[in-house]
């Protein structure tokens, strides 16, 4: 069974950095890649970008490259998705996806990480 | 790069069929044939319902369908169930990556 898990919510100040994880199982980890989607509170969804466990390809959407870090650890079946310094705008939920060798959906999803950036 | 653009929200009784669109432009929803779909209910994560246009994964429902004309996708759920409301969004390849629709709120009445 393909699962994704992420990791547990996290509250932070401003400023501070963060990265949050997605764990996946029960598939070939090396063959898909894994894409990251943000949702605003009471808002819709975003692409943020998506990386390929084979060779680590990374792509971003035009509107997050800069403001995030994709990367992975496939030593541990790992992405991750990060942040140097937190903006109360950064508060949202954030999900992990897995997308097939063709990158073009989402065809499993992580339970989502909500993030509040709060002071 | 803005959203595409997806009705609001509809409605439909159950046992009827509604029809959600989704308009992008010639750079993404028309310049490819990877338009994909997800159901959403609230506090839960994204569910894909439709991939590559009209390709439903298994497990889904044939109630659900995808089509594509121009620059503009559409979903069709049929014999609606109390069950199928939920947000529904588009989304399309472009340029490397991705983008989504602004959802629908589906209510069955």
């Known amino acids: 069974e393909v699962q994704l898990v992420q990791s547990g919510a996290e509250v932070k100040k401003p400023g501070e950095s963060l990265k949050i994880s997605c764990k996946g199982s029960?598939?070939?980890?090396?063959?898909?890649?894994i894409g990251w989607v943000r949702q605003m509170p009471g808002k819709g969804l975003e692409w943020m970008g998506l990386i390929y466990l084979g060779d680590s390809d990374t792509r971003y959407s035009p509107s997050f490259q800069g403001q995030v870090t994709i990367s992975a650890d496939k030593s541990i079946n790992t992405a991750y998705l990060q942040w140097s310094s937190l903006k109360a705008s950064d508060t949202a939920m954030y999900y992990c996806a897995r997308l097939p060798l063709a990158p073009y959906h989402f065809d499993y999803w992580g339970q989502g990480t909500l993030v509040t950036v709060s002071s | 790069q803005s959203a595409l653009t997806q009705p609001a929200s509809v409605s439909g009784s159950p046992g009827q069929s509604i029809t959600i669109s989704c308009t992008g432009t010639s750079s993404d929803v028309g310049g490819y044939d990877y338009v994909s779909w997800y159901q959403q209910h609230p506090g839960k994560a994204p569910k894909l319902m439709i991939f590559d246009v009209s390709n439903r994964p298994s497990g889904v429902s044939n109630r659900f369908s995808g089509s594509k004309s121009g620059n503009t996708a559409s979903l069709t759920i049929s014999g609606l169930q109390a069950e199928d409301e939920a947000d529904y969004y588009c989304?399309?390849?472009?340029?490397?990556?991705?983008?989504f629709g602004g959802g629908t709120k589906l209510t069955v009445l």
């Open positions: 989304s399309s390849y472009t340029s490397s990556t991705g983008i």
């Open positions: 029960g598939y070939i980890f090396t063959s898909y890649w």
